[in-house]
């Protein structure tokens, strides 16, 4: 059984900066893709940023490209969100959330490509 655990998450100001953590197990991850998302109530999910466990290619929604930072630990199986100059607006739950990406062609900045998500950990930027 898959299992992604986020943590990281937290109160900080204006300008800030934060990284968020996501540990995976349950199987290996070969073709696979960790992506981050975020969700404010009553928003619909965001795409932030995806990172491809072989290989190691990432891309980025445009509001982040600059500030954000998606890397991965093989050896541990894990995956940062690093998050410099954050915004109020940036305000959510984010989440990671994984599955078979690359094998099966789905688009990476996609939820529904996504099979296996984390509960989410909370990010909350004052001005």
């Known amino acids: 059984q898959v299992q992604l655990v986020e943590s990281g998450g937290g109160s900080v100001q204006a300008g800030d900066s934060l990284r968020l953590s996501c540990a995976a197990s349950g199987r290996t991850f070969n073709g696979y893709a960790m992506g981050w998302f975020r969700q404010a109530p009553g928003k619909e999910r965001e795409f932030v940023a995806v990172?491809?466990?072989?290989?190691?290619?990432?891309d980025y929604a445009d509001p982040v490209k600059g500030r954000f930072t998606i890397s991965r630990d093989n050896a541990k199986n894990t995956v940062y969100l690093q998050m410099n100059s954050l915004k109020p607006e940036e305000t959510d739950v984010y989440y990671c959330?994984?599955?078979?990406?690359?094998?099966?062609?789905?688009?990476?900045?996609?939820?529904?490509?996504?099979?296996?998500w984390g509960q989410g950990t909370q990010v909350t930027v004052s001005s």
């Open positions: 959330a994984t599955g078979p990406v690359g094998v099966e062609r789905r688009n990476p900045r996609h939820g529904g490509s996504y099979d296996y």
């Open positions: 990172i491809f466990w072989s290989g190691g290619t990432t």
